[in-house]
């Protein structure tokens, strides 16, 4: 299980978090919803490390991960997709696969990722910052598959990509799942979201306004108040 348990944090003398708890259990996709500036991507840096809490604690599986550096996180097996393109322009595709691998099983990984993402197959030798949008978001998305880590945290993977990307994007997010990876999706597709969802959170204003199942959302003024968004999308 993977927790936050009454997280504050912020920037400066600004308060983003404020009491914040959610839960995610193992093999489970939670969906965590929220209208912009509500606090979602802040949420994710302290999931992930990159943000200390100013108050409260992260653990996985009973345990404390609160004051671990990031790479201490993934050692533990938190993996982090944050919003944007998380590539090395500058390297290959190859060598991009290459540094997120497991030391000793660079090829085995490189033939996963390929295999979830057969795209990058065709690009091995190829910069990724020359890529398609859409291909280098595939690149950072492979990093979760050949880490096979006990929770990936994903910031808007989504975001700005083709219909066609999407739906290859939301593929491969069931397929780790079917891996045994916890997921913890920031998403601005709010229906396909709630579609894999097992369990769903409502951030609003830096507050967890509501924590149940997405059926449950079903007919709730609140859902439309606090998203913000079309759900329709």
Do not use: W
């Not at 290859?168 to 229906?191: A, D, H, K, W």
């Not at 449950?216 to 108040?225: G, R, S, T």
Request: charged share 20%; proline share 5%; net charge negative.
């Amino acid at each position: 299980m993977f927790t936050l348990h009454d997280v504050c944090a912020g920037y400066g003398g600004t308060r983003v978090l404020r009491d914040v708890n959610l839960s995610v259990p193992p093999g489970s996709v939670v969906a965590l919803l929220g209208a912009n500036g509500a606090g979602k991507t802040t949420l994710l840096r302290v999931a992930s490390g990159l943000l200390r809490p100013t108050s409260g604690r992260v653990t996985l599986n009973d345990q404390d991960l609160t004051h671990r550096r990031p790479f201490e996180l993934v050692s533990a097996g938190v993996c982090h997709v944050p919003e944007g393109r998380g590539v090395f322009p500058t390297l290959t595709v190859r060598d991009n696969l290459t540094l997120q691998s497991p030391h000793g099983r660079e090829k085995e990984s490189i033939d996963r990722a390929v295999s979830a993402f057969p795209r990058l197959g065709e690009r091995l030798s190829q910069l990724a910052g020359t890529m398609s949008g859409g291909e280098q978001q595939m690149l950072a998305l492979a990093r979760t598959y050949v880490q096979t880590p006990k929770v990936a945290l994903l910031d808007e993977v989504s975001m700005g990509l083709a219909p066609k990307i999407v739906d290859e994007i939301f593929e491969f997010l069931s397929l780790l799942r079917s891996q045994g990876s916890s997921l913890l999706l920031v998403e601005q597709y709010v229906t396909r979201a709630l579609a894999i969802a097992d369990y769903v959170y409502l951030l609003h204003r830096g507050e967890i306004s509501f924590a149940g199942e997405p059926s449950e959302l079903e007919d709730e003024d609140v859902f439309a108040q606090y998203i913000g968004a079309d759900v329709g999308h």
